[in-house]
């Protein structure tokens, strides 16, 4: 078994800043991706940014500039800079890993972790 577990949501005020972490832990052989997704109450889930194992990254444009993904491959962990939160910023955030399991080495599954809640509001 595969678990992702985040840390580090709460509440902050507009112009504030929060770090999000995600641990992923288990039976784990590679990880190629690692990222963070967000969910709005009555919206879909969207991508935030994402890191591969070489480190590049990649950044919704409503991020751009006030967010920084990061990872430790040897932790298995991404972490989540955010700067400058505004209100529309608030939603559950998901930490996504794409990897392969020990007894799967060449198979690769999207595992999701059960979100964090980041509300910004004064």
């Known amino acids: 078994q595969v678990h992702l577990v985040e840390s580090g949501g709460g509440l902050v005020q507009p112009g504030g800043s929060l770090r999000l972490s995600c641990a992923a832990s288990?039976?784990?052989?590679?990880?190629?991706?690692m990222g963070w997704y967000r969910q709005a109450p009555g919206k879909q889930r969207e991508l935030v940014a994402t890191v591969t194992s070489g480190g590049s990254t990649n950044y919704s444009d409503s991020v751009k500039g006030r967010f920084t993904i990061s990872r430790e491959n040897d932790k298995n962990t991404v972490y989540l800079q955010m700067l400058s939160l505004k209100p529309e910023d608030t939603a559950v955030y998901y930490c996504?890993?794409?990897?392969?399991?020990?007894?799967?080495?060449?198979?690769?599954?999207?595992?999701w972790g059960q979100g964090t809640q980041v509300t910004v509001s004064s």
């Open positions: 996504n890993a794409v990897l392969s399991s020990k007894w799967y080495p060449n198979t690769y599954d999207n595992y």
């Open positions: 288990g039976n784990i052989f590679s990880i190629r991706t």
